[in-house]
């Protein structure tokens, strides 16, 4: 059995576990991607957390031409 260790959930249920070879990052879903480094975890925590950049965020509504 793998062993985990949490290390931070944010408000809105993303999580960072520690695991032996890396770092797990878990959606509110439970879907889970490992990271070989803390740096690649961090990033992808945010970009769950805050959605995707421009211009495939939720708030994009309309291309301009």
């Given at each position: 059995?793998?062993?985990?260790?949490?290390?931070?959930?944010?408000?809105?249920?993303?999580?960072?576990?520690?695991?032996?070879?890396?770092?797990?990052?878990?959606?509110?879903?439970?879907?889970?991607?490992?990271?070989?480094?803390?740096?690649?975890?961090?990033?992808l925590v945010q970009?769950?957390?805050?959605?995707?950049?421009?211009p495939y965020s939720?708030?994009?509504?309309?291309?301009?031409?």
């Open positions: 059995m793998d062993v985990q260790t949490l290390l931070a959930r944010t408000a809105r249920g993303t999580a960072l576990l520690k695991h032996h070879e890396g770092f797990v990052v878990c959606d509110p879903d439970g879907q889970c991607q490992f990271c070989g480094d803390l740096y690649k975890a961090e990033e970009e769950l957390d805050e959605g995707f950049d421009y939720s708030g994009f509504h309309e291309i301009m031409h």
